[in-house]
């Protein structure tokens, strides 16, 4: 799930986890069809959503492993 932090910042929450971490880098400014970087070092791909996507939102996420 993508959505705004209390901070105001975006964060994920991977539900099989049970991890919430802050949204700290985007490959592309408007976040969807990209690749996002979270706190804790893990690099999603997030899937193709317009602009107007409201928050929060669930989305399939593929996690990139080096």
């Known amino acids: ?5 209390h901070e105001g910042g975006l964060s994920a929450y991977i539900a099989k986890k049970d991890l ?3 949204i ?3 490959e592309k400014p408007g976040m969807w ?3 996002v970087t ?3 070092g893990w690099e999603l791909e997030l899937p193709s959503l317009g602009a107007e996507t409201q928050l929060p ?3 399939e996420a593929r996690r990139f492993v080096s």
């Not at 799930?1 to 932090?5: D, W, Y």
Request: charged share 25%.
């Open 33 to 35: 069809g990209g690749r």
């Open 1 to 5: 799930m993508i959505r705004k932090s």
């Open 38 to 40: 979270l706190a804790n």
């Open 24 to 26: 700290v880098a985007m």
């Open 57 to 59: 939102i669930t989305v």
């Open 20 to 22: 919430e971490e802050p």
